[in-house]
């Protein structure tokens, strides 16, 4: 049996070497039909007066002043111009090439060729399997630590500028995790917990505040109905702790919800210049609920302890998160940069360097920038102010824009206060991509750098933001060919303009050089076929 069904010709093994071999032939076919249609048409063309229309062709085309080829090539070079524009603006908004795009969604598998997964999605392929499990993982959008509050700085930013600071793809995602982490079991909602999850998933302001209203009156002990208020309706960071200790009243033993509430509690306490106190409150929550790592409080309790420049205690929270075996992020690699540079940036000359060499320390720094700029590659142009910064998304890719954004916003202040660490970091940080051979293919210290992190982060971040992409796109080759075609054919029109009879002249030897091949190839075939063949097929 085994035998027999090895040998069955529906068994995948042979589907793929049949689809392979057809790939593979598919060319070859082409190229003999192409063959066999160029020689029918050479045998029917006393049938088809081939020979009369070209020469009326001629005649025709002789006729034309040279006007006429000033306008065609203007005309194609304005039509060009026109593609060029919006292939290139379809590159700046998108990261590929709109032809390039069409084509391979639509052309190819026409052609029998196999669609990209990538481009239908991010996590999913052609026929909706997931895809293999180390790009989910790169893929994968976590919870920024640090996030602002809504109504008390995301709002204002608003009223300033005009802008929305969040994605309706960022606010979705947070509403999701509201919904699992408040809610948990949707069999067993209380009235109040059904209005609550309604309410998240409202996507205008008012209604979700209008929603946590209709709770507090259903249950005047709905903490999540105050953490939402806390969140949205609360303008200032004082209001917004008053809500938030309310909530905690009423969280009860909801572990869940405890945990997120003395987190903001804390968040509070930094943002109110209560650093050692927020300080403390994350070193409780820590002990209380160390389970709940994955939660990233420490990269709060990191930022906190840089305010108060309590550089030894930052090396402890390092010395037990950076481990080798834990998942890592921008937070820690730069802030264990930062704390190898600060030792050694203050008397560091690029100058010394080159003439006497790196000292030890001085090479720490080095490859620990280096280690850090290789997990996070977009965190030096905002650092070095490079790049404009915005107010960070809610939800982070790790090694992506969104992450860099996210670190820089609140730790760039740290960096300017180390003396020297950003001259150190700005003379060494692209020295990172000469030990890297490829960064999608291979790797340093890290994982290969996923290629999914720019349509990941052009979710995340809002669009008047130019996402940074690494590593850098070179240009489609649709671009630089539309743009090759524009010139040739402005230059054209421009030389057929200004010297008529001399481009005619030009065009006339162009032609003749150009058919001249063909020519010779039909004289060859009369001389080897017999001519009572031809006149056999001509007569057909």
């Known amino acids: 049996m085994a035998d027999r069904s090895g040998s069955n010709p529906q068994s995948p093994g042979f589907t793929e070497k049949l689809k392979s071999w057809l790939c593979w032939s598919w060319t070859y076919i082409c190229a003999l039909w192409f063959a066999m249609v160029l020689t029918m048409i050479y045998v029917l063309r006393s049938p088809l007066k081939l020979q009369e229309t070209v020469n009326a062709a001629s005649v025709f085309l002789n006729t034309l002043t ?27 908004k998108y990261g590929t090439s709109f032809i390039e795009q069409v084509s391979v969604s639509h052309l190819r598998p026409l052609l029998g060729g196999v669609e990209n997964s990538s481009s239908t999605g991010l996590f999913s392929s052609v026929n909706g399997d997931t895809e293999p499990r180390t790009n989910v993982a790169e893929c994968k959008v976590w919870r920024n630590p640090l996030n602002l509050f809504r109504g008390a700085e995301y709002s204002r930013y608003t009223w300033v500028t005009g802008k929305e600071p969040l994605t309706y793809y960022d606010m979705n995602l947070s509403a999701q ?51 939402l208020l806390a969140e949205e309706e609360a303008t200032t960071i004082t209001e917004a702790e008053r809500l938030f200790k309310q909530a905690l009243k009423s969280a009860g033993k909801d572990t869940n ?55 030894a205690d930052v090396q402890a929270v390092l010395a037990k998160y950076d481990d080798i075996s834990l998942p890592k992020s921008a937070t820690i690699c730069y802030t264990s940069a930062l704390l ?67 670190y820089a916003f609140f730790h760039l202040q740290h960096w300017k206060r180390a003396e020297g660490a950003l001259n150190l970091l700005h003379c060494t940080w692209e020295g990172t991509f000469r030990i890297i051979p490829y960064p999608l293919e291979k790797g340093h210290l890290f994982y290969p750098y996923p290629g999914c992190t720019e349509t990941a982060d052009r979710e995340l971040l809002p669009s008047f933001h130019e996402v ?40 006339k030897a162009f032609f003749s050089t150009l058919f001249a091949p063909l020519g010779f190839f039909a004289d060859k075939m009369e001389s080897f076929m017999p001519s009572c063949l031809w006149h056999q097929l001509t007569n057909v």
């Open 66 to 92: 040279p006007k006429f080829y000033v306008a065609l090539t203007g005309t194609s070079s304005l039509i060009s111009g026109l593609i060029l524009i919006f292939e290139w603006w379809y590159f700046r």
């Open 177 to 227: 995790d509201y919904q699992t982490f408040f809610l948990g079991d949707t069999q067993q909602l209380k009235p109040e917990d059904a209005v609550m999850q309604k309410g998240w998933r409202e996507r205008n302001p008012q209604a979700r505040i209008r929603a946590a209203y209709q709770a507090i009156e259903l249950n005047r002990e709905c903490a999540a109905a105050y953490v």
């Open 257 to 311: 919800l405890v945990v997120y509430i003395k987190r903001r509690l804390a968040m509070c306490a930094r943002k109110l210049g209560r650093i050692k106190e927020a300080a403390k409150m994350m070193r409780d929550l820590m002990k209380e609920f160390p389970l709940l790592g994955m939660l990233n409080i420490h990269e709060n309790l990191l930022e906190a302890l840089l305010e108060l420049q309590a550089y």
């Open 340 to 406: 190898k540079a600060r030792a050694v940036s203050d008397k560091f000359s690029p100058e010394a360097a080159s003439r006497r060499g790196l000292s030890t320390a001085e090479m720490n720094a080095v490859e620990a920038i280096h280690r850090a700029v290789e997990f996070n590659p977009h965190v030096p142009k905002y650092l070095l102010e490079m790049k404009s910064l915005i107010l960070p998304p809610e939800h982070i890719l790790k090694r992506g824009d969104s992450e860099a954004v996210a």
């Open 468 to 507: 940074s992409v690494y590593p850098k796109k070179e240009l489609p080759f649709f671009i630089l060919f539309t743009a090759g075609l524009c010139s040739f054919c402005a230059m054209l029109a421009m030389l057929t303009h200004q010297f008529p009879e001399l481009m005619g002249v030009f065009v």
